[in-house]
């Protein structure tokens, strides 16, 4: 685990940035496609603007396939729909190919959705375990990341990598979210976390490894920390 605390968040971003660009490059050279994992929230926003801008000659983005870590179960043209902010900062100004994309399809019910998205991704793998490339996360200040958040069904130690169905008390809603276990099988993950209120949340994860009460410690692995508590 690698934390790399800056003193203001574009600073973060781009370096962030940078890490990735490196690592779909050599993925490309190594086996000519790049897995990478998005995460919903605001926090992302200017990463995938600067991907998106910055980054777009840098690699062949056509061999770049999407997927997104957890989704909130509202229609596809829904202001809080993930997939949308991701489409709108990072996929469209990059003119990705739809095959190259793989959202959840909230036309289902969270637990057809759940499987849908489960069942295209392991397709994509060609039913092997699915070892994700880069996968991006956020932080809430409660310690969720993705949509694992204390409490609820998904916020357990499972040994199975899965794409679950969760309804989240707190927000009142349903989201379609990976667990830890998929999420840990990434060669590599990111999290950016910014702003004073995450920093509690921050330093329980840190003294905390693999507690159920501060869910984002359950990411175990090749794991970076990009952030910025000022
Ligand atoms: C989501 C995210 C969620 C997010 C954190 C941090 O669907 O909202 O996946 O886990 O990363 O809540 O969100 P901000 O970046 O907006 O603070």
Redesign the pocket.
């Known amino acids: 685990m690698q934390t790399f605390s800056f003193n203001t968040t574009p600073e973060a971003i781009q370096s962030l940035a940078k890490h990735i660009i490196e690592s779909a490059k050599a993925c490309i050279e190594e086996k000519g496609s790049f897995n990478l994992v998005l995460?919903?929230?605001?926090?992302?926003k200017m990463l995938y603007n600067i991907l998106a801008d910055q980054y777009k000659n840098e690699i062949n983005w056509e061999v770049v396939y999407f997927f997104i870590?957890?989704?909130?179960h509202v229609p596809s043209n829904h202001k809080d729909y993930?997939g949308l902010m991701a489409r709108e900062n990072l996929l469209n100004p990059l003119n990705i190919k739809e095959e190259n994309i793989f959202l959840v399809n909230t036309s289902l019910t969270p637990q057809e959705a759940a499987e849908d998205y489960y069942a295209r991704i392991l397709k994509h793998f060609n039913q092997a375990t699915i070892n994700f490339d880069f996968t991006l996360?956020?932080?809430?200040a409660d310690a969720?990341?993705?949509?694992i958040f204390p409490g609820t069904t998904i916020c357990k130690i499972n040994p199975n990598e899965s794409i679950e169905a969760v309804f989240v008390e707190k927000l009142n809603s349903w989201?379609i979210?990976f667990n830890a276990t998929l999420i840990n099988q990434s060669k590599e993950i990111a999290f950016?976390?910014?702003?004073k209120d995450?920093l509690d949340a921050f330093t329980s994860v840190q003294s905390h490894p693999n507690q159920l009460e501060y869910p984002a410690s359950l990411i175990q692995g090749n794991v970076f920390w990009y952030t910025n508590f000022n």
């Open positions: 995460t919903g929230g605001n926090s992302p870590g957890d989704e909130r993930n996360l956020g932080m809430g969720h990341t993705a949509s989201r979210s950016l976390v910014f702003g995450k």
